[in-house]
């Protein structure tokens, strides 16, 4: 099972949860402030993204299904991400169909230029483990990989195709949600383009 969303077959301005029949609001309210609109200033693949900013918590909250949630198997998230100069960006994995109950893993790229994923903890490291850490560069696009084996808990993390760690996660994947918010002062900047993840059977997957 595979989906891939480019962002652009709507219009511009559109809000994804409203059009789309696979996108969603964290609380279901497609339309509305928790909704993102499709934008088109900062073209990557080649016109068309979504665009998150927040000078407080929110209120933009999107999440994407994975298509159900699944347990065994094999994975494969991947999309295009940019934060820009100064700002922060967030996405985090859920591990079941209602929202905030189970989140598996929460990565935050921090405006220090580094990133770091946490299980079951806080971006802040008041709770949860690091999973994973590593550096990124702003005003770039840049692809975010995740490779999920669900039959093993083996998590693996790659930006553009350089992997930065492997660790031993939750065998459970539902999708995954991307919430601006600011902290200490700054502010959330971010654009998502080009989504896609594959779902395998056991033993049918490439890792």
Same mark, same amino acid.
């Given at each position: 099972?595979?989906?891939?969303?480019?962002?652009?077959?709507?219009? $511009?301005?559109?809000?994804?949860?409203?059009?789309?029949?696979?996108?969603?609001?964290?609380?279901?309210?497609?339309?509305?402030?928790?909704?993102?609109?499709?934008?088109?200033?900062?073209?990557?693949?080649?016109?068309?993204?979504?665009?998150?900013?927040?000078?407080?918590?929110?209120?933009?909250?999107? $999440?994407?299904?994975?298509?159900?949630?699944?347990?065994?198997?094999?994975?494969?998230?991947?999309?295009?991400?940019?934060?820009?100069?100064?700002?922060?960006?967030?996405?985090?994995?859920?591990?079941?169909?209602?929202?905030?109950?189970?989140?598996?893993?929460?990565?935050?790229?921090?405006?220090?230029?580094?990133?770091?994923?946490?299980?079951?903890? !806080?971006? !802040?490291?008041?709770?949860?483990?690091?999973?994973?850490?590593? !550096?990124?560069?702003?005003?770039?696009?840049?692809? $975010?990989?995740?490779?999920?084996?669900?039959?093993?808990?083996?998590?693996?993390?790659?930006?553009?195709?350089? !992997?930065?760690?492997?660790?031993?996660?939750?065998?459970?994947?539902?999708?995954?949600?991307?919430?601006?918010?600011?902290?200490?002062?700054?502010?959330?900047?971010?654009?998502?383009?080009? $989504?896609?993840?594959?779902?395998?059977?056991?033993?049918?997957?490439?890792?």
């Amino acid at each position: 099972m595979t989906f891939f969303d480019d962002i652009q077959s709507y219009d $511009v301005d559109d809000f994804i949860a409203d059009i789309s029949t696979y996108w969603e609001t964290w609380n279901d309210e497609p339309g509305t402030d928790e909704d993102v609109q499709v934008a088109t200033t900062e073209p990557a693949s080649p016109e068309q993204y979504l665009y998150f900013f927040s000078d407080s918590w929110g209120p933009e909250d999107l $999440v994407l299904p994975f298509g159900g949630v699944h347990t065994d198997g094999s994975l494969r998230f991947t999309m295009l991400f940019k934060v820009e100069t100064g700002h922060r960006g967030y996405f985090g994995i859920l591990g079941n169909e209602n929202h905030g109950d189970d989140i598996q893993l929460r990565c935050c790229f921090k405006s220090s230029g580094v990133f770091r994923c946490r299980e079951q903890g !806080s971006c !802040s490291g008041s709770s949860g483990s690091t999973a994973v850490s590593g !550096s990124y560069s702003y005003d770039q696009w840049f692809t $975010v990989r995740l490779d999920i084996n669900l039959d093993t808990g083996l998590w693996e993390m790659f930006i553009n195709d350089t !992997s930065w760690g492997t660790w031993n996660g939750d065998k459970s994947v539902a999708s995954i949600n991307f919430y601006p918010y600011s902290r200490w002062g700054v502010h959330s900047s971010f654009y998502v383009d080009d $989504v896609r993840y594959t779902h395998w059977p056991s033993g049918a997957g490439p890792f």
